[in-house]
């Protein structure tokens, strides 16, 4: 299995030549555009720390498209790169190219809508289709996808060519984890359908491949009955190792006894919690850091954020489920904050904060972003030399802590 993924990535890599100029005939062939406002969005990212102009843009209609050019690529005696972009939300020009072409998934025209299979509990998509219009799609069946990211707008071959993590990844997987069926465009231009079973090799060599292993244009994702409400719950800790224990303790839960979302954040601002992602909790947070001993803490505190989801008929058993939940944790007893809100108000949270971050011009700002996995064995080292050691008291942003079971 080694040698063959080998091969295929050295396929892929094959593809890079210096010196192409596209004739205009080519161009129209492959149904390329060297619009100035194609050509300049698809330079940069949501990272704004790189910018790299492709030589010319695709914007396919169907898979068809992206094979042509890809085999085009792969048979040209020059060469040229090609590089899926889904939305661009990568940090640091993953999707950019500058010898050769982006091809455009996401955006207008491109692929078809989502076909919802409600017999069988899954969901086929286009690549480019972003999550937020499969979770709308999907709920017009009352389904929805068991394992999301925090943000929506993202596309499904940009989120499934890294992980896809949220809070539900300790109990469903990341979204990787919760895929049948993958069509992919590989290397050499050919339209392959992939699966556990069905050519396995690409299907879990795409899967996390950052790009580099072939072109998802059509994914068959996984779907559950969708839940109806969601009680949003946040508390505080002081103490590193309690908030870390909690948060193992929680992902280690099955059955119908746990929550269905576990993540949490650091908090190092000065002053009031009121972090990006605070404007659900109502009335806001009046509550002064310093207050939470954080004085004592090298100015950190650290946030557990869970949630459990209902259906109402049986919302009248959601408290006695949550105070039964909350009563193993020791978190600071003063400092919980709840909310409750639709179910697809949750998943879409960070939509809302993404419109007041743009109405201050805040959001289209250079993202230096970072994750790292960190194993148990060395998140209390990881707290105190980054967390308090370099951030402490002196950083703004968010930066979230997602806990994770290794086998899933
Ligand atoms: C505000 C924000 C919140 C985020 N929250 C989370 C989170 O909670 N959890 C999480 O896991 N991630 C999160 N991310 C990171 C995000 O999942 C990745 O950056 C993801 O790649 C972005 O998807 P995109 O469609 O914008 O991809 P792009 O940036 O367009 O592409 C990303 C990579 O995928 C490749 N690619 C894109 N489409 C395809 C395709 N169809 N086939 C093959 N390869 C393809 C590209 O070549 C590139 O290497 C977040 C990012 C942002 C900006």
Not at 314 to 330: C, F, G, P, S
Request: charged fraction near 20%; charge should be neutral; glycine fraction near 10%.
């Amino acid at each position: 299995m080694a040698t063959k993924l080998l091969l295929t990535f050295a396929i892929c890599r094959l593809i890079v030549t210096v010196g192409l100029t596209l004739e205009p005939t080519e161009l129209l062939r492959l149904g390329l555009t060297v619009d100035p406002v194609d050509v300049e969005s698809a330079s940069v990212d949501f990272g704004l720390m790189t910018k790299v102009e492709p030589l010319a843009v695709l914007r396919p209609s169907s898979a068809k498209d992206v094979a042509q050019l890809v085999k085009a690529a792969y048979e040209s005696s020059h060469g040229f790169t090609v590089s899926a972009r889904g939305h661009g939300h990568s940090i640091n020009g993953q999707a950019q190219t500058g010898t050769g072409v982006v091809v455009q998934m996401s955006g207008v025209g491109s692929g078809g809508k989502p076909r919802v299979w409600g017999g069988d509990m899954y969901v086929d998509v286009w690549g480019g289709e972003l999550w937020i219009d499969v979770l709308k799609s999907c709920l017009e069946y009352g389904l929805a996808p068991k394992s999301w990211t925090d943000y929506l707008y993202l596309s499904v071959g940009g989120t499934l060519s890294n992980a896809g993590i949220s809070g539900q990844a300790f109990h469903h997987g990341p979204q990787i984890s919760n895929v049948h069926e993958l069509d992919v465009v590989t290397g050499k231009g050919e339209l392959m359908t992939c699966s556990k079973e069905q050519n396995p090799e690409l299907f879990h060599a795409v899967l996390g491949g950052l790009g580099q292993f072939g072109i998802i244009t059509r994914a068959r994702i996984s779907l559950e009955p969708a839940p109806q409400r969601v009680r949003w719950i946040r508390v505080l800790y002081s103490n590193f190792s309690a908030f870390t224990k909690d948060q193992e303790y929680l992902i280690s839960l099955h059955g119908n006894q746990k929550f269905d979302y576990v993540e949490g954040f650091v908090i190092v601002d000065e002053g009031l919690i009121n972090n990006w992602r605070s404007s659900f909790f109502s009335p806001r947070n009046p509550v002064k850091i310093s207050s939470l001993g954080s004085n004592n803490n090298g100015g950190v505190l650290y946030c557990l954020e869970i949630t459990k989801n209902y259906h109402e008929s049986t919302a009248e058993t959601i408290d006695q489920e949550i105070e039964a939940l909350l009563k193993k944790l020791n978190f600071i007893p003063t400092s919980v904050f709840t909310t409750d809100l639709p179910y697809v108000d949750f998943l879409d949270r960070v939509h809302k904060a993404e419109l007041k971050l743009r109405s201050k011009g805040m959001w289209e700002v250079p993202h230096p972003w970072l994750n790292l996995f960190v194993p148990k064995s060395k998140v209390a080292d990881f707290d105190r030399g980054v967390f308090k050691g370099i951030l402490g008291n002196k950083t703004s942003g968010p930066i979230l802590i997602y806990p994770m079971n290794k086998n899933k």
